[in-house]
């Protein structure tokens, strides 16, 4: 696993801080949800005139249905293009400072990958990790979302697994762990990723946070 731990920012991103991009982050997302939210109801109502009027009418609000789409398919490509930018700022800004912040916790993690994928044809095992932080007896693998929902926790439990299957193969016995990591995360969503073992960062007022499961993380 090749190891990125380049924190020299590109030029547009002077000035900014971690906590600020990520309060940064979080706001545009709520504010992508609202409005994907909005569109959609607005969808249904043109659906539910389209049902109830007719003739001109029906040209009417069939034009209002396709500017709805339109602005749809334009909020998704914002959503597009934030993922994109979020995953420039994970790069250059995101894992020094994580890792720094699980150190704070006690781990001692000495390395950081982005983007590590590892595969093994023979048993059919396939991952991608968003960030790998590690040390000589732990690993902690950290899923970034810009918002993150139920079925994204359940695919960190499935891609858990595969590391400790690829692990064991490998005969590193180091203990894994799992971490979610989100500008967007609903509570339900937050609570079912704590009770998976896992931990969540999350923003809390000015600074980003780690929050640990009730009781010791658990170990895969």
Known sequence: MEISQNTTLPPEYAGLTFEKVWATIQETGRQLKETDR??????????????????????????QFRETERLMRQNEKMMSDLGRKFGKIIEHMFIP????????????????????????????????????????????????????NIYDVREHVKRMEKLRQYFDLHHDKRKLYGAMAAAVIPGNVHDYA??????VVTQSGDNVSIEKPAGEPRAW
């Open 97 to 148: 400072n994580l890792k720094e912040k699980f150190n704070v916790m006690g781990h001692e993690f000495g390395k950081a990958s982005s983007n590590v994928f590892i595969e093994n044809k023979e048993h059919n095992i396939y991952a991608e990790v968003d960030v790998f932080l590690e040390n000589g007896d732990r690993a902690l693998a950290v899923e970034v979302k810009t918002q993150a």
């Open 194 to 199: 704590l009770k998976q073992g896992f931990y």
């Open 38 to 63: 909005q569109l959609k109801e607005q969808r249904q109502e043109t659906d539910r005139q389209l049902k109830e009027q007719r003739q001109e009418t029906d040209r009417q609000l069939k034009e």
